[in-house]
């Protein structure tokens, strides 16, 4: 099926106007666009754009000064990025932020934390969590249950870890990184680091996945690889995907919607194709020839 | 030859989600418990029987060595979970010490506060009046000690969502001073006691008595117990043995990953869902816990009477800070070994150069040992940094690697 055929879901996350200036220095000026369930969405532009600094406006990290972000239908108030990850939106970076100290097993458990809850704050969550003054009064004491089964790794609390560490090994299974579960990840070279990023983000089960420069400074094979995963994420688990990337060939191939910046505007929008054909982006790229150029000559 | 993995092979994630990945290494564990447990009470004792070893050795050993080895290795357990795990420099371990050994005070006291009053004939009385029923349990005051020290613990980690590295080093510091200062200032905490020096009431746990002692008639004389060093060996030995399972099964599941996530990369972290704040202060409440406990068995357990302001100086912050560096960042065997190495070095090198010298001849000083043993425990620890930074627990972890080749390297 060709991507331009496919069908999408309604709008996961709108964003309108967004302005977003460091003391005098605008970063992003008056940008809105749309992403759509089940699409993949490139940002792209030449550097210092404002592409990551977008990504990071819809993490949580940036708090832009006007503009709106609606996210699943709900406008966002100013959220911390823990927050924006508890909405499901998992992100990968342009330099790789693994936990260097850690394994890949660990490093992709890791980001379960949020699946992962012990049985009494389930119970609460159920139960518990919906009445009047009782939620306050209990949360400690549910909080403190979950945290001794947790210190003596006690019955239900390694349920738990088994449970999620079966996903976690599905994750792994999916990206093919089985032989370095035990490795620190410090170790391993960096296409695979890039790898065990994407694997950490896809353990989150994410709604919205936010990857920062995928294929940066991969060789051809390991780009192959990463954009099959990248597709296969999003054929599988239907996963919304917003990418950044710098490898042109790699974006018109594997994306639905591409929107490009420029110094921080939105200069064009559209399916690949038309992308490819705006001027301004042509321009954008290539640079213009000025008039003083063009009498010069 | 005889440590590796081959034939080992796990089904279940359950057991592969186990503490030791080697059947060899859980062997080793139970084996080194059994010596600490039945081989070093039962062995020394059968010595002093046997008439091989003086009774005074023996108490020596345990009193000296033995207690000092268990409260520090407490102690670094503590600080390597909040250092190690969660990559957060403190420097007030030995406040927080001192908060436990204060806190098991005033609970084993009954909380007294003064109560000054003018009598009849217009002169002022004061008396002390208790606020709790004295506890005389020492794993209950224990475990006390350990709840006060974390709340104490949490209000100093505080700013630790705002400063980071160094400067988190110096807030630290900061708890360090402040709390010492209460100790010799806050009269209350030492019971107005005019040298302000805190001592341990009598405490007795399963008919044993702990500290003090107790006079009883037996075959209508008057008999008085003493404390047997075996029994505040054994107690120290199990509730250590106990926290350092407690701190393992935290550092390998959720709690500990969430730690490590933080040290490892902190953005990387908020974005998977894991909130700084709250995960800091659990890790600066779980580690105070352990000090405290370490603190208030240094108390009762080691040394039974102290003055606040000197047990609980910055040296032995310093010298915390040392066992876990030495020891190994990040590393549970690596607490115990950096406090084997801190704790243990020093004397040896104090009976050894007398003993050097009484093989020349030449008479040493008291004063010359010291010297020396300074010099060379400083040289040694710069030699260790340099040759392997990640401390013992990196060297064991090597020798384990070489030993699973041994003998056929490929």
């Not at chain 2, 186990?18 to 600490?36: E, M, S």
């Not at chain 2, 357990?301 to 020891?327: Q, T």
Request: charged fraction near 15%; hydrophobic fraction near 50%; include cysteine.
């Amino acid at each position: 099926m060709k991507h331009s055929e496919r069908k999408f879901g309604d709008t996961l996350l709108k964003v309108d106007n967004i302005t977003l200036r460091f003391g005098g220095v605008k970063a992003i000026t008056d940008v809105s666009f749309e992403i759509r369930e089940k699409q993949i969405f490139a940002i792209i532009g030449p550097n210092g754009a404002g592409k990551t600094s977008m990504l990071n406006v819809i993490n949580g990290f940036y708090h832009p000064q006007e503009g709106t972000i609606t996210y699943k239908g709900n406008p966002r108030h100013q959220m911390k990025p823990h927050e924006a990850a508890e909405t499901g939106i998992a992100r990968t970076f342009q330099n790789v932020a693994l936990f260097r100290g850690m394994s890949t097993l660990d490093n992709v458990m890791t980001g379960r934390l949020l699946k992962m809850s012990g049985p009494s704050m389930r119970y609460y969550h159920n139960k518990l969590a919906n009445m009047p003054v009782i939620n306050y009064l209990t949360y400690p004491a549910m909080w403190f249950g979950d945290f001794l089964l947790d210190s003596l790794y006690w019955g239900p609390y390694q349920k738990e870890e088994v449970a999620h560490r079966k996903a976690a090994e599905e994750v792994i299974d999916f990206l093919e990184i089985q032989s370095i579960r035990r490795t620190p990840v410090g170790r391993l070279p960096y296409g695979l680091q890039k790898r065990v990023e994407l694997g950490r983000a896809l353990a989150m089960e994410p709604d919205l996945l936010l990857l920062d420069e995928p294929m940066a400074g991969m060789n051809l094979e390991e780009k192959e690889d990463m954009c099959r995963f990248v597709i296969d994420v999003n054929d599988e688990f239907g996963t919304t995907i917003a990418l950044i990337e710098h490898d042109m060939g790699v974006v018109m191939d594997i994306s639905d919607h591409v929107v490009v910046l420029n110094y921080g505007r939105k200069i064009s929008e559209g399916t690949p194709a038309v992308v490819q054909a705006d001027q301004d982006v042509i321009d954008a790229y290539l640079g213009v020839a000025h008039e003083e150029d063009l009498n010069e000559n | 030859m005889f440590y590796r993995e081959a034939g080992q092979f796990y089904t279940s994630y359950a057991k592969d989600q186990g503490i030791f990945q080697l059947r060899q290494d859980k062997y080793g564990l139970w084996g080194i418990l059994f010596i600490a447990f039945i081989v070093i009470p039962v062995g020394l004792y059968l010595l002093v029987q046997g008439g091989l070893m003086a009774a005074s050795t023996k108490d020596y050993l345990y009193n000296s060595i033995f207690l000092l080895l268990l409260v520090n290795s407490m102690a670094a357990l503590g600080l390597n979970i909040l250092t190690g795990y969660c990559g957060q420099i403190s420097l007030g371990t030995a406040g927080f010490m001192g908060v436990g050994a204060f806190a098991a005070y005033k609970f084993s006291t009954g909380m007294n506060y003064r109560n000054q009053h003018e009598d009849d004939a217009g002169e002022l009385v004061s008396q002390l009046v208790p606020m709790l029923p004295p506890i005389d349990n020492p794993l209950i005051l224990m475990i006390l000690a350990g709840a006060v020290t974390s709340v104490v613990g949490v209000i100093f980690g505080l700013p630790s969502l705002r400063i980071k590295g160094f400067y988190l080093a110096v807030a630290t510091l900061a708890a360090q001073f402040f709390l010492v200062w209460c100790f010799s200032r806050v009269e209350w905490l030492y019971d107005y006691v005019s040298s302000s020096t805190i001592q341990v009431p009598p405490m007795k746990l399963f008919g044993l008595v702990v500290t003090g002692s107790e006079t009883v008639m037996r075959d209508g004389q008057q008999v008085t117990i003493y404390p047997a060093a075996e029994t505040k060996y054994l107690i120290c030995l199990a509730t250590v043995v106990f926290f350092a399972f407690v701190a393992k099964n935290m550092v390998r599941g959720r709690i500990g990953r969430a730690w490590m996530a933080i040290r490892d990369m902190d953005i990387a972290a908020q974005l998977i869902g894991i909130r700084p704040l709250a995960t800091k202060l659990l890790a600066f409440a779980v580690s105070s816990f352990f000090c405290g406990v370490a603190g208030a068995m240094l108390f009762i357990f080691y040394l039974g009477a102290l003055e606040g302001a000197e047990a609980f100086n910055i040296n032995e912050s310093f010298a915390v800070l040392f066992m876990v560096i030495i020891g190994g960042l990040g590393s549970i065997t690596g607490a115990f070994l950096g406090a084997a190495f801190i704790t243990l070095i020093p004397i040896f090198l104090v009976i050894f150069f007398p003993w050097l010298g009484g093989q020349f001849g030449i008479p040493v000083s008291t004063a010359l040992v010291e010297h020396i043993q300074f010099m060379i425990f400083g040289a040694l620890i710069i030699i260790f940094l340099i040759m392997e930074p990640l401390g013992l627990a990196r060297l064991w972890q090597i020798g384990k690697e070489r030993l699973r080749q041994w003998p056929f390297p490929y």
